[in-house]
């Protein structure tokens, strides 16, 4: 089957099967590998990336469902080489160890971000809930949330 | 003593040098690789917990085109999938692919096809013919034997050797004379204490890219904690040179123990690329992963003698653990139980037997700590328990016998003995007592109502490395080479891995504060193999200590070169120079005091050295660590327990480390965070239960193996961490290690917590809210 996607701004059409993941089309037949397969059943989170702005978990979407949609993944989030206020707010406050989950958090938070620009630590925790992250009990990351959430308030920056 | 104060780049935060394609997705983990041609591979796992391979037909697979490779080709070599201990300790039970598998999830036969899918269809299309054997899911079980012995005989020391009730090795210990101990003791008490079985979870799964060589040999990237090592097992396995097996790094997304030794994949994916001469591709699923590696499960009987005074006297630790279907290293591990135990407080008697028993359960090896978060629970446990029965504050109990500077020290068991140099233990202990208000915790039994709190006090430590004064049977050495380019910047080369704590970072930082560098000059070379020299494994929480320790070694070799290079530059003495991070021109410069005429960046000295033929400024070295100094942690958690629910909460948490001279303040405070996590869960939530039918109970499934979210952790303002000043005369600029002691007390403070909040002592792991109310009930009943 041929299936149009819009993938970090490009648009293109993909020869998938009826039963393809979006997970596997983006890993394999893109080479997108920064969209991570954790569990492929939905639990945690790391191959996350957001389908005309929602977050989506890619190992539970299939590509055909995407078809005439938006796809964005980790690889589109920083723009003309200049990094996203969260990826910068990842690297300053120690986000990132193992980096596995990152991906996924970061598109999780994009969205968040997106939704409500000013979420309380117990928003932002809700919002998380479902990206699992074994190496930094999380703290790092939610500071790197708040983080990227106040430098985009100072700087009157709206949504990208 | 350094004055840490002068540090340029040390205690600084600084962007780690990796975070950068993290954070872009561009970061490369074996499971992301690919090369044109390659072929992609599954595993045929055995189905039962124990089972005989009557007969296997593999002609349909291979009719489809499959490479298929089963048990029966197989070099008839057994192997340990870990090669950190001398011959003389290690013991080899594992084959590449089984005919007599042990364990739900053992590989049996392997096939590759041109895509994962065909892979899989070949994989169903083989026919297999099982004798189903009864398993010993239960290590004590295992002991009685009724069923026959899983092992025959194992390979120990390059001979064969017969096993016995299934008891895969045994390890006993014996120092002055505990009965003694005890009848000269005022209180004597004795407990039983059983942990989980845990998983790692760690976020990747177990993935292999091997590419034949046309000389014969093998490339190949893992999921790996030591490249070296791989290598030479590959060559152990099959005979190839070691020369021609070339190990790469790749990230690792994750690992916590679970790649020090060769993944189960390795030479299942070496051996189908031998076969197709084509590239391969294995990679888990989750739920193959959570077959293939588990902890330790262990069975502890203490028994701890103290005077009146609070001196303990003697103690006698009897320990049976489950370690599943076959030895990674399971004979050094009973080594360092004992010295885990005899390391946290002095016992002037003491006696120790450890059992190592064979199941039918996936194998065990180690998470996070190696055995040490088990044992510090149950002693940490018992000390408080003790100083209950003596009228003592745990606190008081804790400084009075606690092992520190000055006193002999083997963590890493009684191979590895050494003396303690630096100890921040009672500052950890005070401070964390202030912050967390432990002078006004609750008295257990006083509270009355829904929801209880507690405090509880853990303390503890890890090793750094498992280097010791003289050889023992523990390899632990490790090497570096740097080289300065022609535009200033350096080449750092190193085996060791990064796990996600900032290793490789802080070894930049100590290279830069050492030679006067930037830190963004110093290149981390992702290497291999043929271009690094030795380093034995990414563990035992000896990045910082052991790898920090060669990379300043070749800093300093490198530095006198600089010298020596700037002196015939600026015409004066070397020994006169001095080398300065220069902001402006982002480079080192070299220069003499007071004279703006004689000095030339690091860029133009190396470029100089080039059109004059001086050579390349360059070295390389290795360092075995003569002592393994801890690295000391305590934790004060409170929680709240749902009397209804049994659900526990923690509600604050001050943790306080002493780690040496800190290198990478945020890095190192989140082994604290990321530490605290993961004991956390393994005292309230993980576990791997097994069905009746001798598999996972959860089947693989992430769903049915819980491990915290977002919500299950304390907020920002209610977690501290601390920092205690201390500095490690043996460690680089003083520094120590943190990854397993950022974990290994945590278990034990929240059972001294929920004891203090309900008066209610659990001797089980993980304490479920189940276990929780039925105690409550049972305590109900009884009233």
Request: net charge neutral; hydrophobic share 40%.
């Amino acid at each position: 089957m041929k299936v149009e996607l819009t993938i970090n701004r490009r648009k293109g059409i993909f020869e998938v099967e009826p039963n393809e993941l979006l997970i596997n089309l983006l890993r394999e037949k893109i080479r997108l590998t920064g969209t991570k397969y954790g569990c492929g059943i939905g639990m945690c989170g790391a191959c996350t990336v957001l389908l005309d702005g929602e977050p989506v978990l890619a190992c539970l979407t299939l590509a055909v469902d995407a078809d005439g949609g938006e796809v964005e993944t980790i690889e589109g989030v920083a723009r003309e080489g200049k990094l996203d206020d969260l990826q910068e707010a990842f690297l300053e406050e120690g986000a990132v160890q193992c980096g596995y989950c990152t991906p996924g958090f970061i598109m999780t938070a994009k969205a968040l971000l997106n939704e409500n620009p000013s979420p309380s630590e117990d928003e932002i925790r809700g919002y998380l809930k479902g990206n699992y992250c074994r190496c930094t009990g999380y703290v790092n990351i939610i500071k790197a949330v708040q983080r990227a959430a106040e430098k985009r308030k100072r700087i009157g920056k709206q949504e990208i | 003593m350094a004055d840490h104060n002068s540090f340029h780049f040390l205690g600084k935060k600084t962007i780690r040098k990796d975070g950068l394609a993290k954070v872009l997705g561009a970061e490369k983990y074996a499971s992301d690789l690919s090369i044109p041609g390659m072929l992609y591979a599954r595993v045929l796992k055995s189905p039962f917990p124990r089972a005989r391979v009557k007969s296997i037909d593999v002609s349909k697979s291979e009719g489809m085109g499959a490479v298929v490779i089963t048990f029966i080709e197989m070099p008839r070599i057994r192997f340990c999938p870990r090669l950190v201990s001398t011959p003389e300790a290690t013991y080899k039970d594992w084959r590449v692919l089984s005919g007599n598998p042990l364990y739900v999830g053992e590989p049996i036969a392997a096939v590759a096809s041109e895509s994962e899918e065909d892979a899989q269809r070949a994989l169903e299309a083989i026919e297999v013919d099982f004798e189903v054997l009864e398993p010993y899911m239960n290590a004590l079980d295992s002991l009685k034997g009724g069923e026959g012995l899983l092992h025959e005989n194992v390979v120990f020391n390059e001979k064969e050797i017969q096993v016995e009730n299934n008891i895969a090795c045994r390890l006993e210990i014996t120092e002055g004379d505990v009965q003694k101990g005890f009848s000269e003791s005022d209180v004597v008490i004795e407990r039983e204490f059983r942990t989980n079985r845990r998983y790692h979870n760690q976020l990747e799964n177990k993935s292999v890219l091997v590419s034949p060589e046309v000389d014969g040999g093998v490339s190949l990237w893992s999921t790996s904690q030591t490249i070296h090592n791989t290598r030479l097992l590959l060559h152990e396995i099959f005979g190839i040179p070691v020369s021609k097996i070339r190990v790469h790094k790749a990230a690792l997304g994750g690992s916590f123990g679970s790649s020090i030794q060769t993944n189960t994949i390795v030479p299942i994916a070496v051996a189908l690329a031998l076969k197709a001469r084509r590239p391969i591709k294995l990679s888990y699923t989750r739920e193959e992963d959570m077959r293939d590696h588990s902890s330790y499960q262990m069975i502890f009987r203490m028994k701890l003698g103290a005077k009146k005074d609070g001196k303990l006297q003697a103690g006698e630790l009897n320990m049976i653990m489950d370690i599943g279907a076959h030895q990674v290293q399971a004979y050094p591990l009973l080594g360092c139980v004992v010295g885990w135990w005899v390391s946290l407080y002095k016992l002037p008697n003491l006696r120790y037997v450890g059992k190592a028993v064979y199941t039918n359960k996936v194998p065990s090896c180690a998470l996070r700590g190696y055995g040490n978060p088990q044992t510090t629970w149950a002693t940490e446990s018992m000390m408080d328990e003790l100083a209950e029965a003596l009228g003592m504050d745990p606190l008081d109990l804790r400084l009075k016998n606690y092992i520190g500077k000055g006193d002999l020290f083997w963590g890493q068991g009684p191979t590895v003995k050494s003396i303690i140099n630096s100890c921040g233990v009672e500052e950890i202990l005070r401070r964390g007592a202030e912050l967390i208000g432990w002078e006004n915790r609750p008295k257990p039994f006083a509270q009355r109502g829904r929801f209880r709190r507690g405090i509880g006090l853990g303390r503890g430590y890890h090793t750094s490395s498992a280097g010791s004064p003289i050889p023992g049977t523990v390899i632990d050495y490790t090497g570096a080479i740097l080289k300065v380019n022609e535009d200033g910047t350096l080449d750092y080369i190193t085996a060791m891995m990064d796990q996600g704590g900032g290793t490789l970072d802080a070894h930049a930082k100590i290279i830069s504060e050492e030679i006067g560098v930037p830190v963004d000059n110093v290149n981390v070379v992702v290497a291999d193999t043929q271009t690094t020299v030795y380093d034995v494994n990414t563990h035992a929480s000896r990045g910082v200590y052991a790898g920090g320790g060669v990379a300043l070694m070749v800093a300093r070799q490198v530095k006198a070169k600089i010298l020596e290079f700037a002196g015939r530059a600026l015409e004066a003495y070397p020994h006169a120079l001095k080398i300065r991070p220069d902001e402006e021109l982002g480079q080192a410069v070299i220069y003499a005091e007071g004279l703006t005429s004689k000095q030339i960046t690091l860029g133009e000295l190396a470029s100089m050295a080039r059109v004059k033929n001086w050579g390349t400024i360059a070295a390389v070295e290795s360092l075995r660590p003569g002592s393994c100094p801890p690295h000391f942690t305590g934790y004060f958690i409170e929680v709240e327990v749902d009397t209804e629910t049994g659900k526990v909460k923690p509600l604050k948490v001050v943790a306080g480390a002493d780690i040496g001279t800190v290198i990478n303040p945020d890095l190192a405070a989140g082994q604290i965070h990321g530490g605290f996590a993961m004991g956390w869960s393994m005292a309230i939530l993980e576990d791997t239960p097994y069905s009746e039918s001798g598999d996972l109970l959860n089947q693989g499934m992430m769903t049915d193996y819980k491990t915290p979210t977002t919500l299950d952790l304390p907020k920002l303002d209610d977690f501290k961490v601390f920092f205690v000043e201390t500095y490690e005369p043996s460690g680089p600029f003083g520094a120590k290690g943190i990854g397993e002691g950022a974990l290994n007390p945590v278990a034990g403070a929240v059972a001294n917590a929920i004891y203090n909040a309900l008066g209610i002592r659990f001797y089980v792991l993980p304490m479920t809210p189940n276990m929780i109310l039925k105690a409550l009930k049972d305590r109900e009943r009884i009233k």
